[in-house]
């Protein structure tokens, strides 16, 4: 009797309590299962992030910020759970970290008018603001990283691609998926022969893959992989000695992970970027002072630097500057989702603000509009070196082809429109 | 020669060294099988476990660092040393022995007697167990795995050169072998005669054999269900460690190297679930047929990728006509 009584009193003084004034950024993480190593140190950029601005800003604008973890596996179904068990919480914005999530909660965020940023994944042509209304794929989505390699690659052959030959290797499924109509677009456009060559998942044996790439001999192999894919393909590459500075991956097949098990095999390999690589930026001074001394780090502090745990950590500035845009729009500090949904569709990256915030040429400076949630689609190269194990920027973050990607985007989100039912919210 | 001979040829033979690669992980299940009717669903998972372990002694890494960590506040994360790849194998065959032991004592020993599926359903959840004291033990992140000798000689990678240039000389082609695969098939081969010879010729082994036939009858001539057991499952943690070597030398160590179970799954419905040379000339087959059809058929006709389901399609063939598997006991019920 005494253990219902309490447990009653206690349910009571939840219900009773205030709302938490905090601006509430829930992680949708993977730190177990096969994808781990990807998700670890992603999901440590974006906690310690925000934990660094709590504790040298006091905050965002004088409120303090509040992430909440929970563990995807990256498995779709508990992605869904998890978005359903923390929207109540006064979530911000969702970043899904899963393709298969995010076309879950493309409706769902609409309907529960909660933003959600897909940097880099998701639905490529979510770019196009008018249809869908509530999901941002800024600063670059899997078309410009299509594009991107291709302006790379013209670039580096004097302007013209006429005669050569590139194959994709993919992960046989939707996201290995999406680069292939663009590169058919950008192959008749630029006179490359192209070729397709999917992998199954996991994509732990790739052998005959690889001896196809042997036989065919492209001049360059573009790889849209993820996971054990990527490094089984980096290895089997060097196996039939593809030269790698000819193989290009997109941003998610080009982590420290994609290439450390490979050891020197690996020089030379590149990989699309839209964020800066290495730890060289007077940003991660304050992430370490802040926060990994004084034992905040949301990991062990030893993934600071890596391509993910950057990545992460961009994903959380970009975040934490849609706020500052909202607070700033609307005047209120503790600002609501739908507020969030407004400052991230006003979000402005300039050059200025970046270096300002400790991030100097980090990323491409980019603009977001009610019809353009896509930004400008910039992309750079980097390039690993296997002796020093890092990665560096190889080019400038570069305008990609938005003649062949536009109609695409049009085109696919207007079939989505017309499937939904979706008038235009611009 | 003439191109497509070449290029058949070529795609013949790496796919006789996928099979190895297939077999090896076969083999832990069929062992655990053979002796004790169990299908061993964690099977994938011991090799990811073992293969964690050895790069983790490799390196020093100190085991339950995070956990150690995050309970005392401490900040231990290795050892400060690095232990040579045989003294590390040797460690970690131990270690598997000693999970043999605790997977004996505080599970199966409290299952004997049940049901098939009941047993099954306890691998399942030993797989899921194991998964995460692996988590916990060693962390989630990708390790590279170097196997190396004391003169400095590690696992070899890449093209065989020697084959390359020999077969370019002799047929005006250059065949392409991977160095790994080659040792992968030398490896398999000393594993299946050890394993054989051990079953044949030695005391254990023969009272191995005696409960795989008939349990209750090797009990009541005195031989022990619990010390067999054991022995199947350390054997069957053996195997998973030389799997875990190879596969994970060519992708580092990681958790997606549990998923090298489902290769395994067309190789034992096609070889049969209780013979170990069954397990290899299944891998054999597989492999070959696999590649072949992607060669042939799944990449200029069907898209390609088609080597995952084709090797189920080519067991469940198989299984029509023989559905014990090709080596596999024929059990007759009566009704």
Redesign the interface.
Known sequence: MKYKLGTMAVAGLMAASPVMADLVFPSLSY???????GG?PFADGYADYFAMLNARDGGIGGVMTKVIECETGYNTEKGVECYESTKGEGSLVYQPLSTGITYQLIPKTTADNIPMHTMGYGRTSAANGDVFSHTFNYPANYWNGASGAINYLLNENGGSLDGKKIALVYH?SAYGKEPIRTLQELSAKHGFEFK???????G??Q???W??I??DKPDYVIMYGW??MN??AV?EA????FPMENFIGIWWSGSE?DV????D?ANGYKALTFHGVGSDFPVFDDIKTHVVDAGNAAG?G?QIGTVLYNRGLYAAMLAAEAVKTAQAIHGVADITPAQMRDGMEALEITEEKMAALGLPNFGPSFNVSCANHGGDGLVGVTQWDASTKTWSLVSDFAPTDMDVIGPLIAEDSAAYAAENNIEGNC | MNEQLA?TI??FA??L??GV?YALVALGFVLIYKASGIFNYAQGVMALFAAMTLVGIQNGQVPFA?LI?AIFGTDV?KFGWSVHSFVAIVLTVFVMIALAWAVQRFVFRHLVGQEPIILFMATIGLAYFL??VA?LMWG???K???VCSSDGTCLP???NMWLEGTTYEALGYGF?I?NLDIVASIVAVILVVGLVMFAQYTKQGRAMRAVADDHQAALSVGVSLNFIWILVWSLAGFVALVAGIM?GA???V???????AL?ALPVLMLGGFTSIPGAIVGGLIIGVG??LF??LI??PFL???T??WFAYMLALLFLVFRPQGLFGEKIIERV
């Open positions: 730190r177990t299962g096969p994808y781990a190593a670890i046989n397709e060559v999917p992998v199954d998942h996991p732990q044996e052998k005959s893959q001896l196809q042997r036989r996971g054990v490094q089984v290895q060097a196996n039939i000695r992970n450390l098990a490979a050891g095999a062990a030893d | 290029f070529e795609v790496n796919g060294m996928a690669l995070h960590n994360h998964e995460g988590d989630s992140e990708l590279a795995l170097n990678q890449g093209m392409f991977d596969w060519k992708s580092g990681q958790f997606s190297l549990s998923l090298i290769k696999e590649k992607e060669f799944g990449a898209g390609g990728a080597e995952n």
